[in-house]
């Protein structure tokens, strides 16, 4: 792909212009004939029993059509993957509707009726008898003795070590308390490293590492949690016909959607039809789709009646779910050239009623490979709380674990006297770089490639890093600027999916796409790579995306950085295999070898000029000679879904169809470096970013524009955190207290410098055909990060042990000369 | 809903009165008080104070329209439910987010909480209004698509409109004025760098074609 036309550039996506007109249809824009209206009651207590439901005054009422209680719900069913694993449903998953609620605000019965109004009077009438149960809403409280526990069972998810050939044991739920030793650590603000109940892991010697080191740093920090807080919340609407679902809704992907609608109502793929063409923001938290979701969908059957569910604010607020914090406790030693000995690390995860998450484990992965320390040892606790459920969150657990390091590092370097960008390139991991946990036979995952240290220069330069931190902590009046850098890695790409195209007699090609639409414009991006390579100008493709009654391929889960890479892979597969067959239909034709020819501009022509024919004549070709040229012969490693929709459409033209069988060496990581400078004011403590640039290094660029806002938007969810965002609950009642957007307000664009830059790496990825990987998650902990940093090279090393850090904090800390939040509660 | 309880494992610290009325005051216990409305089927039943319609011509997009209004109903309400222009968002409908903002009398409003039957005399300008006849965007809208502004875009109608409001006040803004013009709007891709850009461009746009 040397001479690229459209990968690289910017264009117009199509789903722009239907998104300024007002033309684009999110859930809740779609109506259907005679459609009811559901509305949900939520549980008044963080922890409860139903005993009793009396349901006859509702159902009495003019208007009111059928209730749905948690009786009504399909329990979870096992399943069975691809390679024939069995995955044992976990009996203590969330579901839709519950008789035991674990959070205030959790799902308890629905009513649907002709409209809002009566389907709320409805549920007014309703009477509940409810046995109140004890609860907990900070995990580290839940650890004191004699606290009260989130579950019946217990306050600590435990994981029984799996056997091979065995179906994974389901996790279980114990009673973890700590000893009075560890709580009297705990009351001198450090976190106990006392029993750990998570998989641990450790690798090298790190009592060794610690002797070497001429400097020991050890934090104990909280991280910040916040709500996904989706300008779209979570509605959806659903219908049958013919015992098929037809269901609108907001979530990240489409195809891996269906999977888990098929999963939540135990019925076929191939009786769901699901549409969601526009999702109005998920980060994380709709990756496939809500549980709460199929509520419409049980309900329309139980009437016979299309449903719809609107989901206010409120409500979004607790079943949208929201990113755990970790309390986490870092033992970190460094020579005095900064060169990281050893880190010994202990996490709490805040884990919200359902789990276990991964989050203590993930986090430790990326601190890890963020900072290649000689010998490090991670262990953890992921406790329970009833407060609303945990999901992805951009970065999940990578966030959190870079933000428990970061800090650590930008102390040590100013003890050290090292310059920040220094302390990081000494540390930094380079090529096929190892992180996390050794295998069985003492071997560690590895990167395809990284470029940290290039992505640090390039920064520097751009920042004038120089320049800035000569101003670091000098004094103007009662202002005070300190510039800051971060680095920050995750995940970034999965392999092994479909890619589907037809190029039609009319000269056209018809690009299927079963990524999802939501807002990173992958679902359109990734698909340049086929036409680029097709030698298709844009202006003549056509993409169908978001309703997979169109037919649309096997694609990966829209969420965790994955698409650009995985999707990018498939696209590529796809059009080798379409110009393979050109190249075959033009030998058939013409005469010569298949590979005497080439596509480009439109056409299949000899090498070097000579005898060809167009695309369009092509798919003429194709047509005729059927087989696999036109998608009646398709290869049989794709999956049974993209069999089914490429079935529907042979015979239509020449068809693409592949499954990425690419071999890659190593574990796809993108990286970022950021950098900011704030300007505080040392008697108001309010303080200002005043700039700020993020360098990323996700291989080849395939859509700037789209990238750039990926950078920069993660990146301000970040510094979100930062600066103010955070769950607060009654820790006496177990309620949130911050439950809209005023009482926990994303980021204004007030907030965030008028000027913010990016800028990429641009080396592409050795380990994967297009070179491109995705950016989603590294920017939030470097976002996040870089304005920490350059708070404390404002205004010291004491001013916070954990985040987010507000103008009280800074001012209260340099009068005291200590910091002074709490330390290690949740946000009570 | 009735709170009927029996608490065998009382929280020690919390009297069973007091944990009821906080539940109670923190008003979420059932999901009731947001995003509500009246469809066509009981109308008139009206059992909540003031449910009863009454028939009124609104200008919208410079259409007259009749539609039938409860007392109580938003202008957001009315917009996406009886008019079908499901444009204008709703990000939170209580004046937090601006995703609902339309401009009436070409001043910028959230439409959630405007009642409808006080801008029965007004115009009222939405998203799908912007855009002529003939299909050529409004300069606001060109320039959103020229920068490819915004990601999931569900903050884009009321970003859009809420700088069509204040290009009429400040058709030559400073970036920072612009900033603060737009700044009642809140986008949680938060992509605000590339969002000011296009509008900055929307307001070259504008000077261009008057
Ligand atoms: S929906 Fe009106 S301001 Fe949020
Ligand atoms: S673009 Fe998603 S909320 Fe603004």
Redesign the pocket.
């Known amino acids: 792909m040397a001479d690229k036309k459209l990968v690289g550039q910017n264009y117009t996506t199509p789903d722009l212009r239907a998104k300024v007109t007002g033309r684009s249809k999110y859930a809740e824009d779609f109506r259907a004939e005679g459609m009811l209206f559901a509305r949900l009651l939520l549980s008044p207590f963080p922890h409860a029993r139903i005993q009793s439901i009396d349901t006859r005054a509702a159902l009495a009422m003019p208007g009111v059509r059928a209730i749905l209680t948690a009786d009504d719900v399909p329990g979870p069913k096992d399943q069975v993957s691809d390679a024939g694993v069995v995955i044992r449903a976990n009996p203590r998953s969330e579901k839709a509707l519950t008789n035991e609620p674990l959070y205030q605000g959790e799902p308890v019965l629905a009513v649907a009726a002709v409209d809002e109004l009566t389907a709320v009077e409805a549920i007014e009438k309703i009477k509940i008898r409810w046995e109140r149960l004890p609860f907990s809403v900070d995990p580290v409280a839940s650890l004191l003795p004699g606290a009260m526990n989130a579950r019946v069972e217990g306050n600590v998810w435990v994981r029984p070590t799996p056997v091979q050939g065995q179906p994974a044991p389901l996790p279980e739920v114990i009673d973890l308390k700590w000893t009075e030793a560890e709580v009297e650590e705990y009351k001198a603000g450090r976190l106990p490293m006392g029993k750990d109940t998570d998989p641990s892991w450790s690798y090298g010697d790190i009592e060794a590492g610690f002797k070497k080191a001429s400097l020991i740093l050890d934090e104990t920090f909280v991280t910040p949690n916040t709500s996904h807080q989706?300008?779209?919340s979570r509605t959806s609407m659903a219908y049958w016909q013919n015992g098929k679902l037809f269901i609108h809704l907001s979530t990240q992907s489409t195809v891996q959607t269906v999977m888990s609608v098929v999963r939540w109502l135990s019925i076929e793929p191939e009786n769901v039809v699901l549409i969601s063409e526009y999702c109005?923001?998920g980060y994380g938290s709709k990756g496939t789709g809500t549980v709460s979701d199929v509520i419409p969908a049980l309900l329309a059957k139980k009437t016979g009646t299309p449903v719809q569910m609107r989901i206010s604010r409120e409500e979004e607020h607790s079943i949208g779910g929201g990113r755990p914090a970790v309390h986490g406790r870092m033992k970190v030693g460094f020579t005095k050239e900064g060169r990281i000995t050893a880190v010994d690390m202990f996490t709490v995860v805040e884990g919200g009623p359902y789990g276990p998450g991964n989050d203590g484990n993930t986090a430790s992965r990326f601190a890890s490979l963020l900072f290649q320390p000689e010998a490090m040892r991670w262990r953890g606790v992921t406790a329970i709380t009833n407060t609303p459920p945990r999901r992805a969150q951009s970065q999940p657990g990578g966030m959190q674990g870079i933000v428990l390091m970061e800090p650590v590092v930008a102390k040590a370097a100013r003890r050290l006297g090292i310059d920040q960008v220094e302390i990081r390139k000494i540390n930094a991991p380079a090529g096929k770089a190892r992180f996390g946990a050794a295998d069985a036979r003492g071997n560690r995952t590895y990167t395809t490639s990284c470029f940290v240290k290039e992505a640090l220069d390039k920064g520097a330069q751009i920042f004038k890093w120089d320049e800035r931190k000569a101003r670091n902590g000098q004094r103007e009046g009662s202002k005070v600027r300190g510039s800051g850098v971060a680095i920050s890695a995750y995940n970034a790409g999965s392999v092994g999916f479909d890619g589907l195209f037809v190029i039609k007699p009319d000269g056209r090609m018809y690009i299927q796409t079963g990524i999802g639409n939501l807002?990173t414009e992958s679902f359109s991006d990734c698909q340049r790579v086929a036409a680029e390579m097709m030698g298709m100008p844009w202006e003549k493709c056509e993409l169908t995306w978001g309703d997979t009654s169109r037919n649309l391929p096997w694609s990966c889960v829209s969420g965790g950085s994955q698409t650009t890479h995985a999707m990018t892979r498939a696209a590529h597969a796809t059009a080798t295999d379409a110009i393979k067959k050109l190249q075959q239909i033009a030998a058939k034709d013409l005469g010569g070898r298949p590979e005497d020819y080439v596509v480009a501009n439109e056409r299949v022509a000899r090498r070097g000029g000579g005898a060809g024919m167009t695309l369009a004549h092509a798919a003429q070709r194709a047509i005729e000679l059927g087989g696999m040229y036109d998608g009646h012969e398709v290869p049989k490693e794709i999956n049974a879904f993209t069999k089914r929709s490429a079935a529907a459409l042979a015979g239509q033209g020449l068809m693409g169809v592949a499954k990425d069988a690419y071999p890659r060496d190593g574990a796809s990581v993108s990286f970022v470096a950021a950098f900011a400078e704030v300007e505080a004011d040392v008697e108001t403590g309010v303080y200002r970013i005043l700039d700020y640039l993020c360098v990323a290094d996700v291989g080849t660029v395939i859509h700037p524009a789209s990238l750039g806002g990926q950078v920069l938007?993660r990146s301000i969810l970040g510094i979100g955190h930062a600066i103010g965002q955070r769950w607060v609950y009654d820790q006496q009642y177990g309620v949130a207290l911050a439950r809209r957007f005023y009482q926990n307000k994303p980021p204004s664009i007030l907030d965030v410098p008028a000027h913010m830059d990016w800028a990429a790496v641009e080396l592409p990825d050795p380990e994967t055909p297009v070179g491109a990987r995705g950016i989603g998650e590294p920017p939030v902990a470097a976002g996040c990060c870089a304005v920490l940093n350059a708070i404390s090279a404002a205004v010291g090393d004491e001013v916070f042990v954990r985040a987010p850090v507000t103008l009280d904090h800074i001012v209260t800390a340099l009068e005291m000369g200590r910091p002074t939040q709490a330390r290690l509660t949740a946000n009570v | 809903m009735t709170v009927q309880e029996q608490t065998p494992q009382e929280p020690s610290h919390v009297s069973r009165r007091t944990f009821i009325k906080v539940v109670i005051a923190s008003g979420a216990a059932v999901s009731a008080s947001a995003y509500l409305f009246r469809g066509p089927t009981l109308l008139g039943q009206g059992s909540l104070p003031g449910a009863v319609e009454r028939l009124m011509t609104l200008n919208v997009n410079g259409q007259m329209r009749r539609v039938d209004v409860m007392k109580q109903e938003t202008l957001a309400m009315t917009l996406r439910y009886k008019l079908g222009l499901t444009g204008t968002k709703l990000?939170c409908d209580r004046s937090e987010c601006g995703?609902c903002t339309v401009l009436i009398d070409d001043v910028p409003h959230y439409s959630c909480s405007i009642l409808t039957h006080t801008v029965r005399a007004k115009k009222i300008l939405t998203i799908e209004g912007l855009e002529t006849a003939n299909g050529t965007l409004h300069p606001v809208q060109q320039a959103v698509v020229d920068e490819q502004g915004?990601?999931?875009?569900?903050?884009?109608s009321g970003?859009i409109m809420a700088t069509v409001g204040f290009l009429k006040t400040n058709p030559d803004p400073t970036r920072a004025e612009l900033a603060h013009g737009i700044s009642g709007n809140?986008?949680?891709?938060?992509?605000y760098d590339k969002?000011l850009r296009s509008m900055m461009r929307a307001a070259q746009y504008m000077q261009r074609t008057t």
Not at chain 2, 186 to 191: G, S
Request: aromatic share 12%.
């Open positions: 989706c300008l779209e109005g923001g807002g938007g | 990000g995703a915004f990601q999931c875009a569900f903050c884009m970003f809140l986008c949680r891709c938060m992509d969002i």
